[in-house]
């Protein structure tokens, strides 16, 4: 049973709050380097902090403060320099780490002063990795960017999927060790939803364990035994804030209280006759999540389980839940926010940093169907193996969320070599 003040433990991000502290311990993606690419400022809402994301002249990223130390203008609104970011109301300019570098009129009216070397704005530290942009915003010395091992792959198309989701992360989160929710919200409403209503194989049991970097459930359906995959190797909600299936990762990122930014980062293996291929550039986009009539989408995945997490409420009254079996993960995961919680005021390493960076060189993870992301196969070779693993796969389009832009689905389909460079149309 949650009390309310547990409630709030779990869901307040805010800076010196118990879950604030504990996150800031760790790396967020919240951008993708090609957006930088296009626009070199981006505003960024995170843990309740409003800053500007930036990528100097130079090509060094920097975050900082919002608001400019001198009289509080808005630095989205900066001039970009070589050196860093210039607000655009005195000129005072601040590089990459903070520090002011420039102050135009004191520079000239009192030099001796050096005013500016007593100036900084509040600034955290920055790092590209697999196509998204990092932010860290906890204490010296931080740790590594994880390089989970889909990271490391090679001879895939990727792309960085966004959504903006109106209620709080922790309920987001929960859902990733929720096995349950796989059989009726996506199995059996689709099915509804479609006109088939046929229900696919219930779930008969369920395990939960915790591990270095998260949780894993693994389950037996009446269509699987304890050989399959769904229980030898089981899927992962990945420590702190996201959740795991091999070929994607979707990270549920606090952005305020009663906000939170799906970030999903999504390979697919390129058939063995396109490879070598090197992609040059890791597409972006983000896709609604209401539709013209102001209901919530609810047509893949990803937008079904939106419509779980907004319904739960902006921030979900766990003061009023009845938890049974199918909760037990859920149960252990709030246990461990708890104590990992703890952990961090008391002046300790939270759970799963990584420091040492022959560790980091590849972080292997539980990952079902390996095969199919690392193995050279023709496209129909993946696609029979992935049927044979009821595992929808390489399809023409973007099964997971609505929206996918056309340039970026011919852009996939031809590295899937699904159409040809001068095809004129996708499929
Ligand atoms: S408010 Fe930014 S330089 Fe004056
Ligand atoms: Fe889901």
């Not at 204490?139 to 709080?168: H, S």
């Amino acid at each position: 049973m949650v009390s309310a003040a547990q409630n709030e433990r779990f869901t307040k991000v805010g800076p010196n709050t118990p879950m604030g502290n504990m996150l800031r311990r760790y790396w967020h993606p919240i951008a993708a380097v090609a957006e930088l690419e296009e626009n070199p400022i981006k505003a960024v809402r995170l843990l309740c902090e409003d800053l500007v994301l930036f990528k100097s002249g130079k090509g060094e990223y920097g975050i900082v403060d919002r608001q400019c130390p001198h009289r509080r203008a808005d630095m989205l609104y900066g001039i970009v320099e070589e050196d860093g970011l210039r607000c655009s109301y005195h000129g005072w300019c601040y590089g990459p780490t903070g520090k002011c570098i420039e102050q135009p009129y004191e520079d000239i009216a009192n030099p001796k002063a050096r005013f500016r070397d007593k100036i900084t704005i509040k600034s955290y530290k920055v790092e590209e990795k697999a196509g998204m942009l990092w932010i860290y915003m906890g204490p010296d010395p931080a740790p590594l960017v994880p390089n989970w091992e889909p990271f490391t792959w090679g001879n895939g198309f990727r792309q960085v999927v966004f959504a903006d989701i109106p209620c709080n992360w922790f309920q987001c989160q929960e859902n990733s060790c929720d096995p349950v929710h796989f059989e009726w919200m996506h199995r059996n409403w689709s099915s509804r939803l479609s006109g088939s209503g046929e229900y696919g194989p219930t779930h008969l049991e369920l395990k939960f364990e915790e591990f270095e970097y998260g949780h894993i459930y693994r389950r037996v359906r009446e269509d699987t035994d304890k050989s399959n995959e769904h229980w030898t190797i089981g899927a992962t909600a990945l420590w702190p804030h996201a959740f795991f299936l091999g070929d994607h990762i979707e990270w549920r990122i606090p952005v305020d209280d009663e906000n939170t930014l799906s970030v999903t980062w999504m390979f697919h293996r390129v058939p063995v006759d396109r490879e070598p291929y090197v992609q040059q550039r890791v597409p972006y986009w983000k896709g609604p999540v209401k539709d013209g009539a102001g209901r919530w989408i609810t047509s893949h995945v990803m937008n079904q389980d939106i419509v779980a997490w907004v319904g739960q409420g902006t921030i979900a009254d766990r003061t009023e839940e009845h938890l049974g079996q199918s909760d037990l993960g859920i149960v252990m995961m709030r246990r461990c926010y708890e104590k990992n919680m703890q952990l961090v005021s008391d002046g300790q390493d939270p759970k799963g940093l990584i420091r040492d960076s022959k560790k980091n060189a590849c972080v292997e993870l539980p990952i079902k169907h390996r095969e199919l992301f690392t193995q050279s196969m023709s496209l129909d070779e993946s696609r029979a193996l992935a049927k044979a693993l009821s595992y929808r796969l390489n399809e023409p389009d973007y099964q997971h969320q609505v929206g996918q832009p056309e340039e970026i689905k011919r852009e996939y389909q031809i590295a899937m070599g699904m159409i040809d460079e001068n095809a004129s149309e996708t499929i």
